[in-house]
């Protein structure tokens, strides 16, 4: 039989791919250049930059992927990159609407101008106030007021002397009464050259100390008199209401003539439809209230009828700017990452102040704008499962992008401020949105939410790594540099960039790539960066990486310890040596979030006659997960093909993982329990010093498995501790061995002859290795070699098969005896 340990075993310089630091063109990173481009993101690059290639709606980019391959940091390059550098996006500012005060307009200005027209409008204002009162007590002013008083006057006192002539011709006097604040002439009688009220001369008369009939002829003169002084109050009032609106005309066209020259070079500026028609109409509505220019503590605004709009201290305050998007910053498109979406940060609110009597008010300047209106013109970047768990968010969000507007309001779910009325007008939106998430999230969203397909056209795919070829290699070195640089990091040697890169291929478990988690890479940068100055050292070494990585695993493996502690006191049954029938030390991998880890676990298989078959021990309680429950029905389907077609495959087998209560899952362990199988059928002992991984189909190929490195990691380090025997080893799938980045440590192991790791094809390799006999090849006339393992399993069962024939028989037999 030929060596079996030496056609199988897995050649050392495969074990572990190496960089030779001698390769490189350099001594020290400070030696190259940083890298300009974007690394290992061929397939996300290329589909980002086709959505922001594409201006039209619809085209929002759904970037999805593994946190820390660096999303977020390629986006922004990107954008940076591609963003059209001559175009700037408006400046908005909402105004009072004079005719709907609910309604508050939306002023859309050239990049920059928003606070100057701001500033512009202001100052008009504060002009205004300064200048208005000086003219209206201009004398030119008062003159042209006081002609027509004059002139009002003059008419007044014509009614009143005629009148007064009159009533003395009749023997009557014109006496002021005073009633409240308000003087009124009154008609009196003369009596003795003294006037007397009527009512006084009627009170004489019942006491018959005046003639009643005089009396009833004074009186019919009184009430004569007193109807043509109330007719002449009549006219006055008209003459008054005259005089009032005269005035009332001149001071408008006044005001507009000082007005209209004031605010003309406002409207030169600013050379808008919008804005020339909101300075006419703020001047109308200004020469409509011109109470405002006289010193006051409180008004209410004409027309506004509702009390959050009363203006308290400053009537001048609705002609003021509200500057929602100040861009004046920006020469570029705003880029603008919104790392806390909220509802307010994202889509502005409309605040509220409480008065003094506990009432809530509001009105066109507390309107403020959250980051989706601040990027109008630009891109908005955000986390979607930061914004998807705010409510609100995620609907208001795509209503936004269907409709291509958004119109500010305060979210409020429970309708508690709901009487403020305020209704700005919509702002038109042109936003490339950004949302990064991982693929889970994306494809839930694409199932359920029919909006996704319409609004996030363009999905980028991040991938977790990335070809290992002679230009990444190159790329990652400039990465390096890139990061040194920017946290002013000490300089790497050859030895170290090798190190950083070998980890970067070990993370992504497969020889042929390199990791694009660089958020990690970084983190071990800055990490080995302290080692090195603790060190005193001013470049950074490949033992600084190795130290860096070694730290960083002790921080995290305390449980990975406690196991192998429970390993080396027994407390954990695992054998590292001798043989055994039934028994086989399986592999499991342990993940803990940020660490992962391997471990063995043995494996046991009890047989006998009867016809329950293989009975999953982990199933019937409960602790075997579905992969792991298909993996034993495809190590059934193995048996009945490999055994069964001759004759009835009549066992009973029961697969036990034994020490384990916290379940089991994965396929990995499959060809394992098979080898168990084969152990306790043939009553053939396995080599416990040999621990064995891969999955197997129903021909018994064995097939590739995951953390094939910590799984032989972990079973080493068992030996380890219990001593190495220089025979002690791991079976593993062939089509793992691309995949093989073992610690340096293993591989020295190995190299010295002190531990070994096999690779197998089929289930036949395998079950060699471990018994150390031949498996047999089935012959041309359907039976095994003598002396074979298949041989033995097959008499065997063919064996169990008779005697359970026989068995029943016999009972059958007994039966019939018994009646």
Not at 264 to 272: G, W
Not at 613 to 623: P, Q, T, V, Y
Request: charged fraction near 30%; charge should be neutral.
């Amino acid at each position: 039989m030929p060596g079996i340990k030496s056609y199988r075993t897995v050649p050392v310089e495969k074990l572990r791919w190496r960089f030779d630091p001698t390769d490189f063109s350099f001594e020290t990173t400070d030696d190259i250049e940083p890298l300009t481009e974007i690394i290992g993101q061929k397939r996300g690059v290329e589909a980002f930059r086709f959505g922001m290639g594409i201006d039209k709606p619809g085209y929002n980019i759904f970037v999805t992927g593994t946190a820390g391959t660096g999303r977020m940091s390629t986006v922004l390059k990107l954008i940076k990159e591609m963003s059209d550098k001559d175009h700037a996006a408006d400046d908005l500012c909402y105004v009072n609407n004079f005719e709907n005060r609910e309604a508050p307009i939306l002023l859309r200005l050239k990049w920059g101008t928003g606070n100057s027209f701001k500033k512009a409008v202001s100052n008009f204002v504060e002009n205004l106030k300064k200048e208005i009162p000086q003219i209206f007590e201009s004398q030119e002013y008062i003159s042209r007021k006081k002609e027509i008083m004059e002139t009002y006057e003059t008419k007044g006192k014509s009614f009143f002397k005629n009148l007064d002539q009159k009533v003395k011709d009749e023997g009557f006097a014109l006496v002021d009464i005073q009633i409240g604040q308000i003087k009124r002439p009154e008609v009196m009688p003369l009596i003795d050259g003294k006037p007397v009220h009527i009512d006084q001369l009627e009170s004489r008369v019942e006491d018959g100390d005046f003639p009643k009939e005089k009396y009833d002829l004074l009186k019919e003169k009184h009430s004569d008199l007193r109807a043509q002084i109330d007719n002449i109050f009549i006219e006055l009032k008209d003459l008054q209401k005259e005089v009032q609106e005269k005035i009332e005309k001149m001071d408008k066209v006044v005001f507009m003539e000082n007005a209209s020259r004031i605010v003309e070079p406002v409207k030169k500026e600013f050379n808008t439809e919008p804005v020339r028609k909101y300075l006419e109409a703020m001047l109308d509505d200004m020469a409509d209230n011109l109470q405002i220019f006289r010193p006051q503590t409180q008004t209410q605004i004409p027309g506004a009828g509702l009390m959050p709009f009363m203006v308290q201290g400053n009537p001048f305050q609705p002609y003021q700017v509200n500057l929602l998007v100040d861009n004046r910053d920006q020469k570029v498109p705003p880029i603008i990452v919104e790392k806390y979406p909220t509802y307010r940060n994202l889509f502005g609110s409309i605040e509220r102040d409480v008065d003094r009597s506990g009432v809530w008010r509001t009105d066109f300047s507390k309107i403020k704008a959250g980051s989706f209106i601040k990027a109008n013109g630009g891109y908005l970047v955000l986390n979607l499962l930061d914004a998807i768990v705010e409510p609100g968010v995620w609907q208001a969000l795509k209503r936004a992008l269907k409709s291509e507007k958004i119109e500010i309001q305060t979210y409020d779910p429970f309708y508690l401020f709901t009487t403020t009325g305020l209704k700005p007008e919509p702002v038109k939106m042109d936003v490339k949105v950004v949302v990064i998430s991982d693929l889970r999230v994306y494809h839930i969203l694409w199932a359920f939410d029919e909006d996704v397909k319409k609004i996030f056209k363009i999905r980028a795919d991040f991938d977790t790594s990335m070809d290992k070829n002679d230009e990444s290699i190159r790329q990652f070195t400039e990465f390096i540099k890139m990061e040194t640089d920017k946290d002013k990091l000490k300089p790497l040697n050859g030895a170290a960039v090798a190190a950083l890169l070998e980890h970067a291929v070990r993370i992504t478990g497969r020889q042929e790539k390199i990791s694009t988690s660089f958020p990690e890479l970084t983190d071990l940068l800055r990490e080995a960066d302290f080692w090195a100055g603790e060190e005193n050292k001013p470049i950074i070494g490949g033992s600084h990486i190795d130290k860096a990585i070694d730290a960083k695993i002790y921080r995290s493996n305390m449980i990975e310890e406690h196991i192998q502690e429970m390993v080396d006191r027994g407390t954990l049954m695992i054998d590292v040596d001798g043989k055994v029938v039934g028994q086989v030390n399986g592999l499991a991998v342990y993940s803990l979030g940020d660490y992962m880890f391997g471990k063995p676990s043995r494996i046991t298989v009890s047989t006998s006659m009867g016809r329950a078959g293989i009975i999953n021990i982990e199933r019937e309680a409960d602790l075997s997960g579905s992969t792991h429950n298909k993996g034993v029905l495809i190590l059934s389907g193995y048996m009945r093909k490999k055994y069964a077609q001759d004759k009835p495959l009549t066992i009973s087998a029961s697969i036990a993982f034994e020490q384990s209560y916290g379940g089991v899952d994965g396929d990995s362990a499959s060809s394992t329990e098979i080898y168990a199988l084969l152990s306790s059928i043939s009553d053939i002992p396995i080599k416990q010093y040999i621990a064995v991984t891969g999955s197997v189909n129903q021909k018994g190929e064995i097939q590739a498995i995951g953390g094939v490195n910590q799984k032989i990691e972990g079973f080493y380090d068992c030996c380890r501790h219990k001593g190495l025997n220089n025979k002690q080893g791991v079976i593993i799938p062939k089509s793992n061995v691309k995949d093989l980045m073992l610690r340096k440590d293993v591989v020295e192991a190995v190299t010295k002859g002190l531990f070994h790791v096999y690779q197998v094809e089929t289930i036949d390799e395998g079950i060699e290795i471990l018994t150390g006999k031949s498996a047999g090849k089935r012959k041309d006339d359907g039976n095994y070699p003598e002396g074979t393992i298949n041989y033995i399993v097959d008499q065997k069962l063919k064996k169990l098969a008779e005697g359970l024939k026989k068995f029943a028989a016999e009972e059958e037999s007994g039966k019939k005896s018994n009646k």
